[in-house]
């Protein structure tokens, strides 16, 4: 089984900057596909951002010049570099894997989750 943890939520002010990590650990790192998803109090689960195992990587449009995700597979290690952070963001974040080939924003479609990290941004 692969297991991720999530580090690096905190409370922040609009405007500011946070960096996510996801540590992976019991399978090999570099052969899944990673994603982060958040989850806004009342909300579903929404994709945020997804790097491929070739380092291929889609972001959803609200995310767009803001959110960097990043992997590095020596340290089994993702990151979310999040940027000019609005209270909108804040939300609990989750990473995620898959060896599906395609492409999906589904959370059905992701196999492997950690337990999330909190992010708060005040305005």
């Known amino acids: 089984q692969l297991q991720l943890v999530e580090s690096g939520g905190e409370l922040v002010q609009a405007g500011g900057s946070l960096r996510l990590s996801c540590a992976a650990s019991?399978?090999?790192?570099?052969?899944?596909?990673m994603a982060w998803f958040r989850q806004a109090p009342g909300k579903e689960r929404e994709f945020v951002a997804r790097?491929?195992?070739?380092?291929?990587?889609h972001y959803a449009d609200s995310q767009k010049g803001r959110f960097t995700i990043s992997r590095d597979n020596a340290k089994n290690t993702l990151y979310l570099q999040m940027n000019s952070l609005k209270p909108e963001d804040t939300a609990v974040y989750y990473c995620?894997?898959?060896?599906?080939?395609?492409?999906?924003?589904?959370?059905?479609?992701?196999?492997?989750w950690g337990q999330g990290t909190q992010v708060t941004v005040s305005s």
């Open positions: 019991g399978r090999p790192f570099n052969v899944y596909h």
């Open positions: 790097i491929s195992r070739n380092n291929d990587v």
């Open positions: 995620a894997a898959t060896m599906l080939e395609f492409f999906s924003t589904s959370r059905s479609d992701w196999h492997y």
